[in-house]
T-cell receptor
Framework: LAKTTQPISMDSYEGQEVNITCSHN???????ITWYQQFPSQGPRFIIQ???TKVTNEVASLFIPADRKSSTLSLPRVSLSDTAVYYC????????????FGQGTELSVKP | DTEVTQTPKHLVMGMTNKKSLKCEQHMGHRAMYWYKQKAKKPPELMFVYSYEKLSINESVPSRFSPECPNSSLLNLHLHALQPEDSALYLC????????????????FGAGSRLTVL
């Protein structure tokens, strides 16, 4: 399984764009990159997923370079409610596949 | 229904008790998961069921016993637990997807907070 490495913590201010980078040097051909958000005492919540290039949805963008050895989650104009832990996961697309969480990035958004 | 429901939300048990955690989903997902999460740590994978059959056991001690009675339900039976087993237990499910349409996306429940005295 590809291991992921993220910064342990990041600070930001309301209204700023936040970019969180995840390294996954051993990513396999069939692996997808998925990001989850978790608030205290809640289950993780799916944010975005991609295989290559750029993916955008209503809450975030995901940038994946051609070599796919890293990915960057971009959160536009964060608010206080975006304070959470963000996890990058790399795993196969098969249902029931093994999905292992890395250490995650604790994002703190200040007023 | 787009939720995974876990019961109970909180559970306190002694080391000699037998209890169960329950998880239910009605999204038609055929893969279900148990994760364990300690404070300030990432979720740790425990078990994976695919089409009601146990497909992954991450070397979990036998005092944790999973069960998947049908495609909508997942149980975790607890017996002779230790205080260090106190944690948030998370259930998740995912659906079959093709390579072109996306990949294994987990939908998590809110978790069951377990305290072992």
């Amino acid at each position: 399984l590809a291991k992921t490495t993220q910064p342990i913590s990041m600070d930001s201010y309301e209204g700023q764009e936040v970019n969180i980078t995840c390294s996954h040097n051993n990513i396999a051909t069939n692996d997808y990159i998925t990001w989850y958000q978790q608030f205290p005492s809640q289950g993780p919540r799916f944010i975005i997923q991609g295989y290559k290039t750029k993916v955008t949805n209503e809450v975030a963008s995901l940038f994946i370079p051609a070599d796919r050895k890293s990915s960057t989650l971009s959160l536009p104009r964060v608010s206080l409610s975006d304070t959470a832990v963000y996890y990058c996961l790399v795993g196969e697309g098969n249902q029931g596949g093994k999905l292992i969480f890395g250490q995650g990035t604790e994002l703190s958004v200040k007023p | 229904d787009t939720e995974v429901t876990q019961t109970p939300k909180h559970l306190v048990m002694g080391m000699t008790n037998k209890k169960s955690l329950k998880c239910e989903q009605h999204m038609g997902h055929r893969a279900m998961y148990w994760y364990k999460q300690k404070a300030k740590k990432p979720p740790e994978l425990m078990f994976v069921y695919s089409y009601e059959k146990l497909s992954i056991n991450e070397s979990v001690p036998s005092r944790f016993s999973p069960e998947c009675p049908n495609s909508s339900l997942l149980n975790l039976h607890l017996h002779a637990l230790q205080p260090e087993d106190s944690a948030l237990y998370l259930c998740a499910s995912s659906h079959k997807t093709g390579v072109r349409s996306g990949a294994n996306v987990l939908t998590f429940g809110a978790g069951s907070r377990l305290t072992v005295l």
